[in-house]
């Protein structure tokens, strides 16, 4: 029998507020919608018998929750209802904060991996930090980017369940600390299987030292409790860069020591304390190298606790553990300093040095010269390189797109690839459809519904039924009357979160992701700067161009001065470009502030064209790409990562592609590139590169844009200048910039790319995803 939601609800604020629906404030509301949902969702959250996926990740950018798990539910448009009538505006949970535990694509795969898996009746577990505080929350000051910290749980969790019962001990050097579970419940859409995301709080043994208290040391008495906490206290702002701090290894070793002995535990009760089959029990995904340090904490768990030989342990851990790897950059991968390791977790630094010592064995075994041994070494150069004892210790090593895994093999990890050909395979990221086209996009949504009915909801493949389509004036006036829909309600959000009046009207040209010098948003404004004085000097007509929003959301990592120094450039174009009356009914430019899930879900169903303009080669993936293609977005961008795959599925004639292609951009790294002389013969580029110093723009007296300048003219002691070739591209980005907005005057020709792209979106399902890892990897 189908419970009401309404009088669950209605009971919950009856006790907890002693308010009616209509009475309650948007908090006690959301609290109160919450709990009813959990109790409803309450029967179905059982553990299957049978193998299980531990997802290991320090990051879930989940998000808000509530309507996502209130769609999977079935039960949002109950719930829609409900808050109509009683004169509850339907968006009342936008003010609840989104759970920002994760930075950018690295995070977020991880959540729509979470939903995929409880859709598709996978069943895996995510482990993880619960931070309490997030990503920070960016707002703007004179241009500049200013951080605060995310409170995250200042509204409640009413979402989570804290365990304390499987509370686990973690043991660092001289300090032991609790590690406490908070359970999330996963909900598939249907609700046929609720799996559960584990994130782990840290937490002293004792709230503060009673004695020191009353001697009125107080700093002194909760310094245990601070030291504690400061564990899971926050989120690491840096996207694909590694910190290297000490701090940041103890979260790592927190949370996969925690979940190793959650696991172990029960495996003991299920299984007793044979663990040879471990791996029958469990599979576990390192997401990236930063639960890396799971590998050696299981082997010690093994030995120490199972009485396991090393050797067989070894064998335990190869069969358990697969390792995704999502970055070439070389500034992410994760070493430590041997020292630091060794201090912060003696007990596991004896089973690295252990595993060091039989790598050495194994690569003398296989004949690997002895000169070749210090690029595998796991110990090399008094660091501690984890993603080496990744590829060792494990059964497999994936990228996350098939450009992606081609660079591993050919390049990055070549002599691992030579050394083990088997481990390595590729999985395709993927996004789930639930919160990104029914929940984003319901106005799209109840098209597809009308075209092709609702299968695609949990078969995205589908959707290709849609292609015939492409080609119908009916549909297409309807795909366009979503699209401007989209557009008016994003302006009416903008207007209240920026206090700027987008215009809806105008094309929108959308580059939304972490502010990064490989993703090129540099270029971007570069590009529009060319446009701008194209457009004022008659080299572009004014008659011709289809006038154009061009918009963009990034958070920079804090310690990023360049990317920073990026961020205020753009402030500053778009001053130029909104200040002038001239341009105005055809150029409008807006950096919206704290770009997080919720926002991309306002503009990605919005967008007309999606910038994905990496340097090829440098982007593993991209999962906002797909994204914006599943919304009928046609991409802007370089062949890099799965754009490649997404204009080979649309077919190229749908998207816009440009640049050098990652061959090339390694044969310039080899032979030598000069963006120097691409300034010197081409008066636009050097036109817009001395913006940063000829006083078109002003940093406010900080040196940065000058920075920027010798970063793209001299380079730096770390690299060569235009790192990044800006410079190789910039012409072919223009050129293809201007093809897109001519091809935009015809509206329905473009519609008709638009609705290709949805048509063909179906590969890029997480659910695709997650169904190919559990079947080659997890074999579950
Ligand atoms: C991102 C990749 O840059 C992106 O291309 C990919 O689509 C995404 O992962 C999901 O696979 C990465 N994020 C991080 C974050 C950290 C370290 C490395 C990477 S790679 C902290």
Redesign the pocket.
């Known amino acids: 029998m189908k419970r009401d939601i309404q009088i669950l609800t209605g009971q919950v604020l009856a006790a907890d507020c002693r308010k009616t629906i209509a009475q309650a404030t948007p908090r006690e509301l959301y609290n109160a919608v919450s709990k009813a949902a959990l109790d409803l969702a309450a029967d179905a959250w059982k553990r299957a018998p049978g193998k299980r996926v531990a997802y290991l990740s320090?990051?879930f950018l989940v998000g808000r929750l509530v309507y996502a798990n209130l769609l999977n539910m079935g039960r949002l448009g109950e719930v829609q209802q409900m808050l109509l009538d009683a004169g509850v505006d339907a968006n009342v949970f936008e003010e609840i904060e989104d759970a920002a535990l994760g930075?950018?694509?690295?995070?977020?795969?991880a959540a729509c991996f979470l939903d995929s898996a409880a859709t598709q009746g996978v069943p895996l577990d995510g482990y993880g930090i619960r931070y309490q505080y997030g990503l920070f929350r960016q707002y703007f000051e004179d241009g500049f980017q200013k951080e605060t910290a995310d409170d995250w749980q200042r509204f409640g969790d009413p979402w989570s369940v804290r365990r304390e019962e499987d509370a686990v001990t973690v043991q660092f050097g001289g300090q032991a600390v609790r590690a406490v579970p908070y359970d999330t419940p996963v909900i598939g859409y249907g609700m046929k299987t609720v799996n559960t995301l584990r994130l782990w709080q840290a937490e002293p043994f004792q709230a503060f030292d009673f004695n020191l208290f009353n001697a009125q040391k107080y700093a002194a008495a909760v310094r245990e409790r601070d030291a504690a906490e400061d564990i899971s206290r926050v989120l690491?702002p840096?996207?694909?860069?590694?910190a290297g701090k000490r701090l940041r290894l103890k979260q790592q070793y927190f949370f996969s020591s925690a979940s190793l002995q959650d696991m172990v535990r029960a495996y003991r009760a299920a299984h007793g304390g044979d663990f040879t089959h471990f791996a029958d029990a469990y599979a576990v995904q390192l997401n990236?190298t930063?639960p890396t340090v799971a590998i050696p904490e299981l082997l010690r768990l093994l030995v120490e606790e199972a009485g396991m030989r090393f050797a067989d342990a070894v064998q335990v851990a190869h069969d358990t553990f697969a390792y995704?790897n999502?970055?070439i950059?070389p500034e992410?991968l994760e070493k430590w300093d041997q020292k630091l390791f060794r201090g912060v977790l003696p007990r596991v630094y004896p089973y690295v040095k252990k595993l060091d010592a039989l790598l050495r064995r194994t690569l003398e075994q296989r004949g690997v010269p002895m000169g070749e041994v210090s690029r595998y070494a796991i110990l090399e150069d008094g660091m501690v390189h984890m993603a080496r004892m990744a590829i060792f210790a494990t059964h497999s090593t994936n990228g996350?797109?098939r450009l992606?895994t081609e660079i591993l093999k050919d390049t990055a990890l070549h002599e691992w690839y030579e050394l083990y050909p088997e481990r390595f395979n590729n999985k395709t990221?993927g996004v789930t459809q639930r919160r990104w086209l029914a929940l984003a996009n319901p106005e799209l949504a109840a098209l597809l519904h009308d075209a092709v009915g609702d299968g695609w909801l949990t078969d995205l493949s589908q959707l290709k039924r849609l292609e015939p389509c492409a080609d119908d004036p009916a549909f297409l006036a309807r795909f366009m009357d979503v699209k401007r829909e989209k557009k008016r309600q994003l302006a009416a959000y903008v207007e209240k979160h920026e206090g700027v009046r987008l215009h809806a009207d105008f094309l929108l040209d959308v580059q939304v992701k972490r502010l990064h010098e490989y993703k090129r948003q540099l270029l971007n404004a570069f590009s529009i700067l060319d446009t701008y004085y194209g457009l004022k000097e008659g080299r572009i007509s004014r008659a011709d161009f289809a006038p154009t929003v061009y918009l963009f959301g990034a958070k920079a990592a804090p310690g990023y001065v360049r990317a920073k120094g990026i961020i205020k450039y753009i402030n500053e174009l778009a001053e130029l470009v909104n200040g002038d009356a001239d341009v105005n009914g055809l150029m409008q430019v807006v950096f919206v502030q704290n770009y997080n899930v919720s926002y991309a879900e306002k503009i990605i169903p919005a967008a007309d064209v999606s910038e994905q303009i990496s340097t090829a080669g440098t982007?593993?993936?991209?999962?906002s790409n797909m994204k914006f293609m599943l919304n009928g977005a046609v991409t802007l961008g370089t062949l890099d990562?799965?754009n490649i795959e997404i204009a080979e599925q649309a077919g190229a004639e749908n998207e816009y592609i440009f640049g050098a292609r990652a061959d090339e951009i390694a044969r310039l790294q080899e032979d030598g590139y000069d963006p120097n002389a691409v300034l010197a013969a081409e008066p636009r580029a050097k036109r817009v590169v001395e913006s940063l110093v000829d006083g078109t723009f002003s940093d406010g007296g900080t040196g940065m844009f000058r920075e920027l300048y010798a970063s793209l003219t001299e380079g730096a002691s770390w690299h060569k200048p235009d790192h990044y070739f800006l410079m190789r591209d910039f012409i072919e980005y223009c050129d293809a910039r201007l093809a897109v907005n001519r091809d935009y005057r015809d509206a329905r020709a473009f519609a008709a790319k638009c609705v290709r792209n949805v048509a063909n979106a179906g590969v890029f399902s997480s659910d695709r995803t997650i169904l190919e890892y559990a079947r080659d990897i997890w074999h579950v």
Not at 238 to 242: Q, V
Not at 619 to 623: D, I, P, R, W
Request: net charge negative; no cysteine.
């Open positions: 320090a990051e930075n950018g694509g690295l995070g977020r795969l690491y840096n996207d694909d860069t590694d990236d930063h995704t999502h970055t950059m992410a996350v797109a992606h990221n982007e593993a993936s991209g999962t990562g799965a």
